[in-house]
């Protein structure tokens, strides 16, 4: 058990109720109903709502920290009344009573609330894209990203394909757009190339033999941004076959699709 959480707060349900546990999170929001503070305890897997009574000595102590400070807290699990239930958390059906507490990562005042679904100009999402980063859709939108990747690697090692990595640094090889030039420390005056597609590499592994080959490929290309992707750089799933003709690659993608 790890000194810091004995669940996530995404995990407790009715069925604890009674147990004493150990969380560790974000604050995500905070409720003052004056005799009681209610915190919204958030990590990557979840919220737990978690109440402290005034009575106890760290009521003050905690109604003073800002939003997003990172804190441990020790308490028992209760089952909330029918009326209070929250349908929208998987941890609706209870709440944790704060006994103790402890302040992990301190947080002062921050320039966009996490919380909130309100829209912010580029410039500060990109400047504070940590904070960005936690607010509820980006942070699904991550997650998201990672669970299509492993189900690719997945569906492409079942049907026999090899996953290989291919050269970042590479001569130039003109394609749609421009290259990243990167100079060379050891030849002055002369330039690597990022490449805009593993194009060649993946030829020349279907020339060395191997049958099969896929790789989710970083793609350098100096553009405009796109609707799509990021300026610059974008992630494909590039892939290769040998003695396959055009409707065996349909097939494929219809398939994966």
């Keep these: 058990m790890s ?17 004493n546990i150990i969380l560790s999170g974000w604050i995500n929001k905070k409720r003052d109903h004056g005799n009681l503070l209610f915190i919204d305890l958030r990590d990557n897997y979840g919220v737990t709502q978690c109440v402290i009574d005034k009575e106890n000595s760290n009521f003050e102590k905690l109604e003073k920290l800002q939003l997003e400070t990172v804190i441990k807290v020790e308490g028992k699990v209760i089952k909330r009344a029918n009326d209070s239930i929250n349908s929208e958390i998987n941890t609706g059906e209870i709440e944790l009573i704060i006994k103790n507490f402890q302040i992990l990562g301190k947080c002062k005042e921050l320039p966009l609330p ?8 580029e410039e500060i999402r990109l400047k504070y894209r940590f904070l960005d980063l936690r607010r509820k859709k980006i942070h699904e939108n991550i997650i998201l ?5 492993s189900f690719i690697r997945s569906e492409m090692n079942k049907l026999g394909f090899l996953e290989f990595q291919t050269p970042i640094l590479t001569s130039s090889s003109p394609e749609g757009a421009r290259d990243f030039l990167v100079p060379s420390r050891l030849n002055p ?13 993946k030829q020349l592994v279907m020339v060395s033999g191997f049958d099969k080959y896929f790789q989710i490929a970083p793609c350098f290309r100096d553009e405009d941004a796109r609707a799509d992707r990021s300026p610059g750089e974008f992630y494909q799933l590039d892939l290769e ?17």
């Design 3 to 19: 000194k810091y959480r004995t669940h996530n707060c995404n995990e407790l349900r009715k069925e604890n109720d009674g147990q």
């Design 114 to 121: 996490v919380f909130s679904d309100q829209e912010y100009a």
């Design 145 to 149: 990203r990672s669970k299509v990747i």
């Design 189 to 201: 005056g002369k330039f690597y190339a990022l490449p805009q597609a593993p194009q060649q590499f």
């Design 241 to 257: 076959m040998s003695f396959v003709d055009q409707e065996d690659v349909f097939f494929l993608i219809v398939f994966l699709l």
